[in-house]
């Protein structure tokens, strides 16, 4: 990956108007705003196992995750309408495209095309491979406009591109993060808290990435693998995720943590069990 770290959901979301987008089977409503008092039972990492609650890799729970990076990186629940999303949004990492925001100058936008041209060598994105492999690690363009945007937009329709977003999306984020969360002996909630936080501060080991708000978790708090209390843990690795995001101006908007997660959190809902309501720049969603 570039030493450029990943970038935040879209700059864009002020353009969001939540309220009035329709979803099939989801609703769009206000979310909560009670938090449970301090006399509310803890959850503790032994009792939702016991139940046998579904990790994050559950495809009804891998949906839901889905949802919920969309509500912030794309100010909407209809992630698989972004499959053709592409646009520079001046965060410094050149253009950032598709489901997740593969970004050209962060390499996985890069690999992304590589694995593409590697199912289906004849696609219309093959040709601006020497390009990303030129513009990443910066913000450049050359070598990809005029065309490379219409040409994304196109390549979105082909169901072979859409596999390969989804295929590396699992690869470079979503596994990778849902087994840590079980190494670390946490639920769903926590699994998904570390995949939005991959998907954001992209892997590695610097101070800023996935690798570095984890280390400075656990400098505060003991996951429950370690025989730690997953509330505890979670508010510390939440804590160290809003100091990152606030390191950098374009990630300072920190409604993805504050009215999201640490909502889920504060609910002792670590099993991210329906219905879920939350707000994302100050706008609401809800999926039952």
Not at 37 to 47: G, K, P
Request: proline share 5%; glycine share 8%.
């Amino acid at each position: 990956m570039s030493p450029l770290p990943r970038r935040i959901g879209l700059a864009a979301a002020a353009l969001a108007v939540p309220a009035a987008l329709v979803f099939t089977g989801v609703g769009v409503g206000q979310a909560s705003d009670h938090l449970p008092s301090s006399s509310d039972a803890l959850h503790t990492h032994s009792a939702h196992k016991a139940a046998a609650a579904s990790d994050l890799d559950d495809p009804a729970k891998k949906e839901i995750a889905m949802k919920l990076v969309s509500s912030a990186e794309n100010s909407s629940l209809d992630w698989r309408a972004q499959f053709s999303y592409i646009e520079d949004i001046g965060d410094g990492r050149g253009y950032t495209a598709g489901i997740i925001g593969f970004c050209s100058g962060t390499g996985d936008m890069l690999e992304l095309v590589e694995h593409y041209t590697q199912q289906k060598p004849d696609n219309v994105l093959a040709k601006y491979l020497p390009a990303l492999r030129e513009v990443d690690g910066s913000d450049s363009h050359d070598g990809l406009d005029p065309d490379f945007t219409k040409d994304w937009k196109k390549a979105a329709e082909d169901e072979a591109f859409q596999d390969a977003q989804e295929h590396e999306r699992d690869r470079v984020y979503f596994n990778p993060a849902v087994q840590q969360g079980k190494d670390d002996g946490l639920g769903a909630l926590g699994q998904f808290i570390y995949y939005d936080a991959i998907v954001m501060h992209g892997p590695g080991d610097s101070e800023y990435s996935f690798g570095g708000i984890r280390k400075a978790a656990l400098s505060h708090a003991k996951p429950p693998a370690q025989g730690g209390d997953e509330t505890t843990y979670l508010n510390a690795f939440l804590d160290a995720r809003v100091e990152a995001m606030k390191s950098e101006e374009a990630h300072s908007d920190t409604s993805r943590v504050d009215t999201e997660q640490r909502k889920f959190l504060n609910e002792k809902n670590f099993d991210l069990t329906p219905p879920l309501r939350w707000q994302v720049y100050g706008d609401p969603y809800e999926i039952n």
